[in-house]
């Protein structure tokens, strides 16, 4: 089936210490994206991708870092410099940035502080 | 780029239609509008969007007003599995996704 897959989908960051987080999608989409959701809230843009090799900040990128080597794949770091880190993360995707098509979601990774 | 306002939460009854309003004032017209929803702990669901006619699909049919600055989600048959947060979205200039609140619909049985 075509999906976007994200892994893990729990994850526990020491102090001080960088956590990767994946996302793999089968959908042929241009388009990627990472999001962020604290309880209760809506979900806010931390980095988003048009194409391989290219990506842009979203609303809140400062402490996260990404890469786009591969279509099917974007990866999200967050870094030590993100102080408050605790969340749940949704990757999504669509057919280009320009398209009206949807954005669809994967199940997230939700990241807690040890 | 175009704001929606959603009520907060609403109840509906197990096998009754529940119908989701959402205020767009200031959509411009050729932004569409996006309906999803997020069951706890998982990502949101897409639902179905529209321009300007109804839509319908197998999930859910979309009534935009003929001025465009509202719209309604129609879930025609409420089951307990539609407990969810609803979101109503209008697609920014910058064609990003801007996910507010929503609506917490609880179906009750």
């Known amino acids: 089936d075509g999906g976007i897959t994200q892994s893990p989908k729990y994850l526990f960051r020491k102090e001080g210490q960088n956590v990767t987080l994946s996302c793999e999608q089968n959908l042929n989409h241009d388009a990627m994206y990472w999001y962020r959701q604290d309880p209760g809230q809506g979900l806010r843009l931390i980095y988003y991708s048009q194409i391989v090799n290219d990506f842009q900040k979203g609303d809140i990128a400062e402490g996260y870092s990404v890469s786009r080597e591969k279509k099917e794949s974007f990866p999200l770091t967050v870094t030590s410099a993100q102080k408050n880190p605790t969340a749940f993360y949704l990757c999504?995707?669509?057919?280009?940035?320009?398209?009206?098509?949807?954005?669809?979601f994967g199940d997230g990774t939700r990241l807690s502080i040890l | 780029d175009a704001k929606t306002t959603q009520p907060p939460s609403m109840d509906c009854a197990e096998g009754r239609a529940a119908n989701l309003p959402c205020n767009h004032s200031?959509?411009?017209?050729?932004?569409?509008v996006y309906w999803y929803r997020q069951i706890h702990s998982q990502g949101p669901q897409y639902i179905i969007h529209?321009?300007?006619n109804n839509e319908t699909n197998e999930m859910a049919s979309l009534i935009i007003t003929e001025d465009r600055k509202s719209s309604t989600l129609i879930l025609p048959h409420a089951t307990l599995r539609d407990t969810a947060v609803y979101y109503c979205i209008v697609r920014g200039a910058d064609y990003k996704l801007s996910f507010g609140a929503g609506t917490t619909v609880t179906v009750r049985a």
């Open positions: 200031t959509i411009s017209g050729n932004e569409y």
């Open positions: 529209g321009l300007k």
């Open positions: 999504a995707s669509t057919v280009d940035k320009y398209s009206n098509q949807p954005q669809h």
